[in-house]
DNA sequence: GTCAGAGCTACGAAATCCGCAGGGTGTGAA
DNA sequence: TTCACACCCTGCGGATTTCGTAGCTCTGAC
């Protein structure tokens, strides 16, 4: 098991630098280590290393502090019509007063996917995972709206998945 | 220890089984699967072997045969604003005429990561990913707008992402 | 100069991955 | 029924990878 409860704090460090917005900023190598792990999340510390010039040791801690720190997972993804998620929609949301005080209370929501602040007729926009019609009808209608803040919505079901990517970098 | 899970299981054996619509729909065991990889990527298959009920080895095979069918795909993913692409949109489009051909020359643009097609006032909703405004600019208002049947287009700028998740299922 | 922190390499031990042989269980044809 | 076949699982070596750590270099602060 490798759960250890490291405290690395973001101190300024060769690899990353701070940028404006206080998020980190990569470096060249970083972010061909993340390439690799685009095309293949399971591919070996080893293999990248020869990749992207480094040693075994030297990208495997790279890539955890990247986990560590939360600007990188290794997941599986899948379409989740085909997970037995029958109901998948996006919903654009407007909101009066605070937008990231209602952005937080949907990402406190497990059935929100993604949330994402936009510029346009829509403040937010939403990805809502539901399990049939009454939940997705559920999660708008009573939940979604009854968060204080929000003045309307607008909902697109899906109908079919047609690309989903995680490789930009490669291109 | 293992011949309750087997009995239980003796009705549907096989990993997939056909639905309807001629997709491989899957068993419990490998959602199973999938959940786990979904915590972690990289979790090994002796772990999930025994958090599902299953031997390493058949762990590993329903996995390959998973990334293999294209079903499953294990992957890093990031916030693209924190790896240097400083614009993302949301592009909501209405079509006229086939559907499906647009979504397809959509999805072949490498801007393009994410390509569904939706009920409601867009048909389409398509997520992309450009390093400057000048990028998003020439995608939306010459490439896009140029396919056949595009009707119209409207775009949300991403201002800021504040959730990105990947673990329908566990919940 | 000296010290502390961060990152890299090297390397042995432990764990994991991989390929393959063998066996059990359905399914469909004769 | 019986047989052949397809499919999936398990077990087991050997190869590979992961893991933890010690030692080195570089940089910035004092």
Known sequence: MHSGLVASRSADQRGSRESRNG???LDAVSLAIIEQLQEDGRRPYAAIGKA???SEAAVRQ?????LDQGMMQIVAVT???TVGFRRQAMVGITVEGDV???ADALAAMSECEYVVMTA???DLM???VCEDDDHLL???SKRIRAIPGVRSTESFVYLKLKKQTYMWGTR
């Open 120 to 122: 346009g007729s829509f």
């Open 23 to 25: 998020s980190p900023q």
């Open 52 to 54: 992207v010039g480094l």
């Open 62 to 66: 790279r890539v955890q502090k990247l």
């Open 138 to 140: 559920d999660v708008i």
């Open 126 to 128: 939403v990805e809502v």
């Open 79 to 81: 379409d989740p019509l």
């Open 100 to 102: 990231e005080a209602v």
